[in-house]
C-alpha cells in the first residue's frame, strides 16, 4: 500500500502555531512543500543558522585531528553564548509523526559495508576526504564507533524487524544510504579495506525510502547537532588529569608523587585517551598538560582561580576563544614560587597582558641561568654525571665478563672441534690413497692393453706387407725398394747431422720460406748448432732437426 505525500499530510494536520506567528495550515498554494513552509517562517535566522546553512569551504578544513580541535573552540564559545538567541528562531521542521511514518528503527547495527553514500538529490554536502581523512586518524585507535549515523534504506528488502536485522548485519544484503555521518562512513570504510583496526558495524537511526526533502533536513539536523558540540578544551584535560591523580595520591599533594604512582598516573590516562604511554607522541602532546596537573595544590588553587576568570572574561586583552596548551608552554617550565606570583598579579590586575609579560621576563631570566649553569655544573649534574659514569663503568664490566664467558666456552670446545677436523682429514686421506692404487692399476692395466694392440697391429701390418708384396708387379717392387733406400739416406743424414763439426757447410732449414739454404756452422749450442746463412750472412740458433748436411757430401 503507498504511503501518503507529504503534501498530504501536512494538509491533514491540526493547525498548529508556528515560532513567528504563521501557520503550516495556510491556503497559500506555496505552502506545500518543506521550502515553501521553511521559506514561510518570518522569525530571522541566527548567526549560528547563517553558519551552519552556508556550504562547506573543504580549503579551510583542517589536516589532523588536533588542528580541527583547536580551531573549532573560538566558533564554539560564539555558538554557545548565542544559543539562546537560537533557540527561539530553530527553523521549521516537517512534523515528527511524517517522519516516524518511514522510521525502521532507532539504534539497528548495520555493517559498515552495507553503507553507500547518498544519491546526489539527498545529499546535503559534498564529500570532504580532508575531514574524512581526520576522522580515521581518529578510529585508528577507537574500539568502536561511538556516533549514531542516519540511514536510509533505498534498496528492496523486507520490513519485518527480525529478518532485517540480520540482513543489515551481513556485508552486501542491504544498501543503506548515509544521510548524516558520510564522512564518518568513509573513514570507517577506509579503516576496514586496510584492516588495521577495522570497525564492522555501526549503530544507526534507520528510515526507508524518504523522500528527498525529508532526506535533506535529516542531513542539515545531523550536521547542525554536530557543529553544535562542544569540543574538549584545555582546561578540560588539566582537569580531567588533576582528577585520576587525586583519586591515587588522595589527600596527598600531587606534586610528591612517586615514581610508581607517576607511572600508574600515566597508565590510567593513556587508557582513557586510547593512546600508548610508551608512545613518544603521548610525551610530546601532553608534556605541559601533564606538568600544570602535576603542580603544588596552592598553584592548583590559583589556577582555578585564574581559569575561571579567563572564562568568564574577567580578564582583559585575552586572545580569542578559549585558553590554548600553546599560552601556558612558558608558563608550566617555571617554579612554583614563580607559577603563584604571576597568577596572582594577573588575578589582581585582571589584565591579560600582564601575565604575558611576567612570564616572558621570568622565562629569559631563567634561560640565562641555565646558560650560566652549563659553564659551571651544579652538585646535581655532577651527581648525574657520576651516575652515568658508574653505568657505563657497569656496562663495560659486563661487556667484558661476556666476552671471557664466550672465550672458556669457545677453548672448552676447541679440542673436540680440533679432533673433529682430524678425524676428518685421516677419512679423506685413506679415501685418497684408495683412489691412488686403484688409479694405478688402470694405469698398468691400460699400458698392458696398449702394448698388446700395438704388437697385435705389428704383426698385421707385417702379414699385410708380406702379403701385398707377393702380388706386386716387378716395377711396383723397384719403386718400392728406391722409396726405401732414400728413406735409408735421409734417416743416415739426419743422424750424422748431429755431429757437424764448425766451419762445415750444411744445408739449414728457413722456417718463414719453408725452404733449405746453405749455412756453415758456427758453434755447437745447448740447442743445436748456430748457423750462418750463405745467402744474407743472418746468424741463427737453430734445434738439430732444422741442420742436415749437404746433399752433394753425402753423395
Known sequence: MDRPSIRTKVQSLKRRDVPGGEDLTSTDDNVNTLDNVQRKSSTPISPVQKKLLSPMDSSEDASTVEDILERSVGSCTEAHINTEDASDSTPVTVEQSILDDYLIGDALKVHIQNLVIPADDRCFRNLDTKHAHCLKQFYENQQMCHTILIGNIVSDVTTDKGNLSKFLQEPGKVAVETLGGNHTRHALQCLFASQTKPISMVTCRLYNKLP?????????????????????????LVKMFRKEATKIVGDTDISCMQSSEVKQWKDIICTILGMDRKAEEFHNKYKIVLK??????SVWRKFLEFCSAFEMNEIRNTPRGSLKITQLRDFSMLSSDNQIHILEETLQTKDWRVFKREVESVSSDRKKTIGKTKAD????????????????????????????????????????????????????????????????????????SSRCQHIEKHKSQVDNSVVSGRDLTPKQKLKNDCSHSDNLNKKKRRMSSKEFEVGTSVEAFWYP???????????????GYEVKYDVDKFVKDLPLKYVRAEKNSTE
Not at 562542544?230 to 582546561?235: H, L, R
Request: glycine share 2%.
Open 212 to 236: 528527498d526533502e525529508l532526506a535533506l533536513q535529516l542531513g542539515y539536523e545531523h550536521n547542525a547537532s554536530n557543529t553544535l558540540g562542544k569540543p574538549t578544551s584545555f582546561v578540560d
Open 292 to 297: 600544570i596537573a602535576k603542580s603544588k595544590d
Open 377 to 448: 655544573p651544579s652538585d646535581v649534574d655532577r651527581k648525574i654525571n657520576e651516575k652515568y659514569q658508574l653505568r657505563r663503568s657497569e656496562n663495560e664490566l659486563k661487556v667484558v665478563l661476556d666476552k671471557q664467558i664466550d672465550k672458556n666456552e669457545k677453548s672448552s670446545n676447541l679440542l673436540q672441534v680440533e679432533k673433529t677436523k682430524y678425524q676428518t682429514l685421516e677419512e679423506m686421506y685413506n679415501k685418497l690413497e684408495e683412489a691412488k692404487a686403484c688409479l694405478e692399476k688402470k694405469v698398468q692395466e691400460f699400458e698392458e
Open 513 to 527: 720460406d719453408k725452404c733449405w739454404y746453405t749455412a756453415k756452422i758456427l758453434m755447437k749450442t745447448g740447442k
